[in-house]
């Protein structure tokens, strides 16, 4: 494998749990894309931060997932003695055909664009109450108490998790990030997400008993039936799923409206531009997910000898990192003023919600509870403005990037 070389007294291309690395990504994946575009990392595994190279990986059949393999290699064998990495080897979004085709298949009608669309109502009802309950106070954490509220309200919905059970879902921690990102979990980290784990199985085995008695017009219910036509859905796969479709049905929908609603604030031209002009919103999300994408990275391996990919032999096995963040601002294909926030921007494509086959399933319903939060926060609150926009406080997260906090007052 061909290393990248680097001085003693160079501070690494990719290091992307520094806190200068978290707090703003994008010079440093620029000087990727200049000076070593298929880097390869300490970790061993290919990084890969133009366009070009990302979405040919994303959607080219000669990589995959490789889930398990890929944890083996880089842990040792008894890696998937931990009961959270067993859990994640379940999940679609870590699948390879047929296992993903099939699990896919499951899930796909509840995704399909009528019905996210026909949700629009809902999502309208969600986003009024939090504003109602809150608008009088002065003062908000527009994470905790507006962007985490309306998807983590709607993924419940989309579940069947009644009403009574949902107050534990809005106030629990939001530390699974680390999860998904490329850099080796501590073994305190591991036991973290082990514990995490364990929390989110022995709830939903209740829910599982509860639609078995009482089904829904729900996806657990759907997803509970086609566990008992045993070829369908084991067991194991059932809980990872319904817990890989409450995280990923709300995690990054979380970070799009805070990372929008950052934009906006540090660029206040194009805030006043879309106060003025409102039916812009829709092109500004996707210049939102474009210019701070909620997901940064996702990864494949090559199923088979990769003769050149930028440059690079890539062999067998080998893992393949696709910053989308990275992508997203590549001057290739944005090349007026990638790194400017720009709603009215054309053509724009996105990378954020991945390619291929593994393309979110929830991304028309991402962009929908977006766009009717941002608006209606900035038609309602038309006073809004970020206590400390120059100093927001970050997660400690690289693929999952989104605001720890970020408090505001009107």
């Known amino acids: 494998m061909n290393e990248h070389v680097q001085t003693a007294t160079t501070a690494p291309l990719f290091n992307p749990l520094s806190p200068e690395f978290i707090r703003d990504p994008y010079p440093h994946y620029a000087r ?27 959607r080219d059949r000669r990589f995959g997932k490789d889930y398990v393999d890929r944890t083996i290699r880089r842990y040792g064998p008894k890696i998937m003695e931990e009961p959270v990495f067993r859990s994640m080897s379940h999940w679609m979004l870590q699948q390879d055909p047929p296992d993903h085709t099939r699990l896919r298949g499951l899930v796909v009608k509840a995704f399909t664009a009528r019905r996210v669309e026909d949700m629009r109502p809902r999502i309208q009802q969600v986003v009024d109450q939090t504003l109602d309950r809150i608008q009088g106070q002065g003062h908000m954490d527009l994470i905790e108490d507006f962007a985490f509220r309306l998807p983590v309200t709607i993924i419940c919905d989309m579940l069947g998790i009644p009403e009574e059970h949902r107050e534990v879902f809005y106030t629990s921690s939001r530390d699974g990030g680390r999860l998904l990102d490329p850099v080796p979990l501590s073994p305190a980290e591991i036991e973290q997400g082990n514990a995490g784990n364990l929390t989110a199985q022995l709830y939903f085995q209740q829910l599982f008993e509860l639609r078995r008695k009482n089904p829904g017009d729900d996806l657990t219910t759907q997803l509970v039936q086609a566990e008992e036509d045993g070829s369908k859905l084991s067991n194991e796969e059932l809980t990872a799923n319904i817990i890989l479709l409450f995280g990923a049905g709300h995690e990054t929908t979380v970070n799009l409206i805070g990372n929008g609603l950052l934009a906006l604030h540090r660029n206040p031209d194009q805030l006043a531009l ?27 391996v090559a199923l088979e000898d990769i003769d050149d990919l930028g440059g690079k032999r890539i062999p067998k096995g080998e893992s393949v990192l696709c910053l989308l963040g990275s992508a997203n601002r590549d001057p290739a294909v944005y090349p007026d003023r990638p790194d400017q926030l720009d709603i009215t921007r054309q053509r724009i494509r996105p990378l954020s919600f991945g390619g291929g086959i593994h393309l979110c399933l929830g991304a028309q319903l991402a962009r929908i509870e977006a766009e009717v939060a941002i608006s209606t926060l900035l038609r309602r609150l038309r006073g809004l403005r970020l206590d400390d926009p120059e100093n927001p406080e970050w997660r400690p997260t690289f693929v999952l990037r989104g605001l720890k906090s970020l408090p505001a007052s009107w």
């Open 274 to 300: 879309l106060q003025a002009n409102p039916e812009l919103i829709t092109n500004a999300i996707e210049e939102f997910l474009r210019y701070d994408s909620s997901v940064q990275m996702s990864g494949r």
């Open 32 to 58: 990727l894309r200049t000076t070593d575009p298929m880097h390869v990392t300490p970790f061993g595994a290919f990084v890969a931060s133009r366009h070009a190279e990302a979405s040919l990986v994303l």
